[in-house]
């Protein structure tokens, strides 16, 4: 079933035409890659789907409904989380904070029970904390709950942004290059998070220029070439694809 369907998706910035008539179709309950060279469009069609930026023209459905990603917190609550290729902590408070703060956009009190302190303010900040502990057991880190965001390891802060996102509760979640940085081991620690977060009924959107991750731990992607879609179906059949070959500089071997 649908989750998200992107029809003829469009950006340009002056002169450059980034994004050309894209179409695409993420299922539920699956991991769809968006790949493609430098310069191909595929982080600009994340953005334009995550809200980061506004599409000259085109349709989204998320869930069967229309959906218009004209500012991020909307984005948020309708239920897409993101990550960033460079992280985004924060970093002077607690790792278990910082996934708190993803989980306050489910959160109904506001300012005003927060400030006194209401019974109902309490019993949810103490929910949030649970849901946070929760997240952080998750990925793995709970260890490490009660220090700072910036004296995590690297791999281990990447593991943090994919508990924060999880913890809004999204239907889908969209990963911007989660691997940029790691090494080989950390890189398959990963692929197994992923595919768990899958298994669990969570669908993934991914941009990722490691394309041998991409290719093991995808059910589907879509291959773009200056901003238009170049190939798209399982990692096996794209693979063969004559036209990414090219695109890819050469050889079954790149991709």
């Not at 989204?60 to 460079?86: C, H, K, M």
């Not at 996934?99 to 949810?124: C, D, F, K, L, S």
């Amino acid at each position: 079933m649908s989750l998200l369907s992107v029809q003829h998706l469009s950006k340009r910035f002056g002169g450059l035409l980034a994004v050309n008539d894209v179409s695409l179709t993420v299922n539920a309950g699956e991991i769809y890659g968006l790949i493609g060279p430098n310069g191909a469009g595929k982080t600009t069609c994340f953005n334009l789907i995550t809200g980061l930026y506004r599409a000259d023209s085109g349709e989204f459905r998320l869930d069967g409904l229309p959906y218009s990603p004209q500012a991020i917190e909307n984005v948020t609550r309708a239920g897409i989380a993101r990550t960033f290729q460079n992280l985004r902590l924060f970093n002077e408070m607690s790792v278990l904070e910082n996934v708190m703060v993803g989980r306050h956009v489910r959160t109904r009190n506001g300012v005003w029970a927060a400030i006194t302190r209401h019974a109902r303010a309490r019993r949810e900040e103490a929910e949030t904390r649970d849901q946070a502990w929760r997240w952080l057991e998750y990925v793995g880190i709970a260890k490490f709950a009660h220090y700072r965001a910036v004296d995590l390891a690297y791999g281990h802060q990447r593991r943090l942004e994919i508990a924060r996102a999880l913890a809004t509760d999204p239907k889908l979640l969209a990963l911007d290059e989660p691997a940029a940085g790691m090494n080989a081991a950390e890189k398959v620690a990963l692929q197994g998070l992923l595919e768990r977060i899958r298994d669990d009924g969570k669908t993934i959107l991914i941009i990722e220029h490691d394309v041998k991750l991409i290719m093991s731990a995808c059910d589907r992607l879509t291959v773009l070439d200056y901003g238009r879609v170049l190939a798209e179906g399982d990692p096996q059949t794209v693979r063969r694809h004559p036209d990414v070959i090219r695109a890819y500089l050469g050889g079954a071997a790149h991709v």
